[in-house]
């Protein structure tokens, strides 16, 4: 008879999963015995690392990616990008190792105690298996259970002396779990829309997941519609130089409102359209205005304070909403400006974000967290194409730099431009490591305002003046790129310097940090 481990490496072969992203203990070593050749196993040397990079993977993938971590500590490490890949929807598989079952009574040294509690509520599912001959169908469960909308990670607790034992093959199924929303509604729908005199459409990241862009394209010139882009959406989900783009909508309820006024239908998809940053109040959508929400997460849709929810997959909503709809005879709305013109002898972020857009070159994809540098970049640096920007849904650090390696494992034939602030850069710092090791195709920006702005710039809401514990000069990252196995980084301090930069980190083969001092 097989090993539990033989059955588990069957079934992940089969499903697809032969990638492993781990920081290994002594608890899961017998998880790696005769590890197989057609597999590859990506070290982390922290676990937050390891759980972003995997994060990064099973998007740019479109599957679900296994996370080995390693007891109680390991799960506590990660637990920040947990949350993060909660937030991004992310299939991860996530496995942690446990004491052998004969001394658990005992709390053992690295005993995991109440180990399926642990993790939640971030994950959709936990299981310790009763018996060693579980294991691999608990894998099997929890690759179904991640890989159905809305996608996330779930979690296994395998006891050490598990992967020995025997037990029977558990073979790949498929499940089809595409939902394309109940008929009725999205015919009343599509009549509610029909008589809007001043339709808009706001795209969340859902919407990417789902694999829309080319439908919502074609929706949205039919119905003459403006398009925004929802708050703090984690994926590019229209071309932002697209005629009828309008932008990115604030997370603040009053500002929110006051954009969309002109408008008397809103369709939201991929949500939500409501996520706020900070107490607001009044109105949640402009008085009057009939507001539509779809996405295939009941719990968003669940609490969202206004409108109609129909639950579904996007793609298929809005290319049924395509057959039922006709051209408008709308007038079409007035085009997003153009940006501001910039003085090149000013190296400040928008600048910075100016020159990454005139060199990037046509695979490039854009991997973001710079929170300060966020509303410069969606002016600055315009996306055109489907899936080429990642970021964090969660407001949480620490994400960016290992996703932007798991990406370039997905994605090889891409240029990953990593875009970060130096506070940022500091959560995941051990990620160049990962990157070094497998001559990732990384460019690395840190854009170094030597200070944690965005809180700064937070506290102003509070009425606070002066924000401690922001004060990040002294770091010098061409000091820790070359630490962890890169070339020598390079700092740039004007426009020339970085375009020549840029220019040299796009032809190198491997990963490259470019260190920007702004003003």
Wanted: net charge negative.
């Amino acid at each position: 008879m097989p090993t539990v481990r033989d059955a588990t490496m069957h079934l992940l072969r089969n499903l697809g999963v032969t990638t492993i992203f781990g920081n290994p203990g002594s608890t899961e070593l017998p998880m790696f015995r005769d590890f197989p050749t057609d597999f590859r196993y990506i070290l982390g040397l922290q676990e937050s690392v390891v759980m972003g990079m995997a994060d990064g993977f099973a998007l740019a993938s479109r599957n679900a990616a296994l996370v080995n971590l390693h007891s109680s500590a390991g799960i506590g490490h990660a637990l920040g990008n947990l949350f993060t890949a909660y937030k991004n929807q992310a299939p991860l598989i996530v496995t942690a190792g446990q004491q052998a079952r004969s001394i658990l009574p005992f709390e053992p040294f690295l005993h995991a105690g109440r180990a399926t509690e642990f993790p939640q509520p971030f994950v959709k599912w936990t299981c310790e298996p009763a018996r060693a001959q579980d294991v691999p169908r608990a894998i099997a469960r929890a690759y179904y259970e991640a890989t159905t909308p809305p996608c996330g990670p779930v979690f296994v607790s395998v006891p050490v002396d598990d992967w020995d034992a025997e037990c029977d093959w558990v073979e790949a199924r498929t499940m089809a779990t595409l939902n394309p929303g109940d008929p009725t509604a999205i015919a009343q729908l599509a009549d509610a829309m029909a008589k809007a005199q001043h339709p808009a459409f706001v795209l969340g990241a859902g919407t990417a997941r789902d694999g829309a862009w080319d439908a919502l394209v074609a929706l949205a010139e039919q119905q003459s519609a403006s398009v925004y882009v929802a708050p703090y959406a984690s994926r590019n989900v229209f071309p932002e130089d697209h005629r009828l783009f309008r932008g990115f909508l604030p997370a603040f309820q009053e500002r929110m409102v006051a954009l969309l006024t002109e408008h008397d239908f809103i369709l939201s998809l991929g949500g939500p359209l409501n996520l706020y940053h900070a107490e607001g109040s009044g109105p949640h959508v402009p008085e009057g205005t009939d507001v539509w929400s779809t996405g295939d997460n009941p719990a968003v849709l669940a609490w969202a304070p206004v409108g109609h929810a129909i639950l579904g997959n996007t793609r298929a909503i809005a290319e049924t909403l395509l057959t039922r709809g006709t051209h408008a005879s709308r007038p079409k709305p007035a085009r997003r400006p153009a940006p501001p013109a910039l003085n090149r002898a000013v190296l400040d972020d928008r600048l910075v974000l100016q020159c990454i857009m005139d060199t990037m070159p046509a695979n490039a994809i854009i991997v973001e967290e710079a929170p300060t540098s966020r509303p410069p970049m969606q002016v600055y640096l315009r996306l055109n194409q489907p899936d080429c920007f990642f970021t964090t849904a969660s407001g949480g650090l620490g994400y960016g730099m290992p996703a932007a390696v798991g990406i370039s494992l997905a994605r090889p034939k891409a240029r990953i431009i990593a875009i970060l602030g130096d506070g940022s850069a500091m959560y995941g710092i051990q990620a160049l490591f990962s990157a070094f090791q497998l001559r990732a195709q990384i460019t690395f920006v840190i854009i170094n305002n030597r200070k944690y702005q965005a809180l700064r710039d937070f506290g102003q809401t509070f009425g606070i003046q002066r924000v401690v514990g922001t004060d990040l000069s002294g770091l010098d990252f061409r000091a820790l790129a070359k630490g962890h196995g890169l070339p020598t980084g390079r700092q740039v301090t004007d426009a020339d310097a970085l375009t020549e930069a840029l220019a040299d980190s796009f032809a190198t083969n491997g990963p490259t940090l470019i260190e920007i001092q702004v003003d």
